[in-house]
């Protein structure tokens, strides 16, 4: 009898156990955030340009997100507003995001756009924010030159062997340009247009 009633017992206790070791197994819901929704949301950064991608986020969090090019990156983040510096081709400018709902942030091929620019809820397109042009720096020097084109914060120093053929991608705005090349020096201002090289050569 005292063994019935000791296996009984025994066999009670390992019933707990084990319905406790599963309670635990269980992961717990995770928490919601005001109005129902997960406290997180999903952004998804599609670097589809010849550059890498960065984006410092300040908000709830702060968060700096690096993208080598051609590459895709996913992420979870607080929900909430955003500001926010991005650099993309080279170029840096600020702006605000709202990701109080899962966003993608197209970056497309520098000088192009993501897609026609249409109001998208859930999409980003860089070139909104970024509108580099695209120009092609060409040597006619008859010789190596090295070319230094800058503002006061963008910065631009090319390297081109005779006839050679470069692209850079600046923005619309009076650059001052400098370069030696058939015993001078030659300096000036230069405001970039699509479609219009930039020629470097001597005057004689």
Request: proline letters at 7%.
């Amino acid at each position: 009898m005292k063994k019935a009633h000791l296996l009984l017992r025994n066999t009670l206790w390992a019933a707990v156990l084990i319905a406790l070791i599963a309670a635990l197994a269980i992961p717990a819901a995770p928490a919601l955030a005001e109005g129902g929704k997960p406290p997180t949301v999903r952004l998804t950064i599609i670097n589809g340009s010849q550059f890498e991608f960065s984006i410092y986020l300040y908000g709830p969090e702060q968060r700096f997100i690096s993208v080598p090019a051609h590459a895709t990156y996913v992420t979870l983040v607080s929900r909430n507003w955003y500001s926010f510096t991005m650099t993309a081709c080279n170029h840096t400018e600020p702006g605000t995001l709202d990701l109080n709902m899962e966003q993608t942030i197209h970056v497309p091929v520098c000088g192009g756009r993501a897609f026609a620019p249409v109001y998208r809820p859930h999409h980003v397109d860089v070139a909104d924010y970024i509108k580099p042009i695209r120009v092609k720096i060409r040597n006619q020097t008859g010789s190596p030159v090295d070319v230094y084109i800058r503002t006061l914060d963008e910065h631009h120093f090319l390297n081109l062997d005779y006839g050679e053929i470069q692209l850079a991608f600046l923005n619309k705005q009076q650059y001052v340009y400098s370069y030696y090349a058939c015993g001078e020096l030659y300096a000036g201002y230069y405001t970039p247009f699509v479609s219009y090289p930039f020629d470097v050569k001597c005057s004689k």
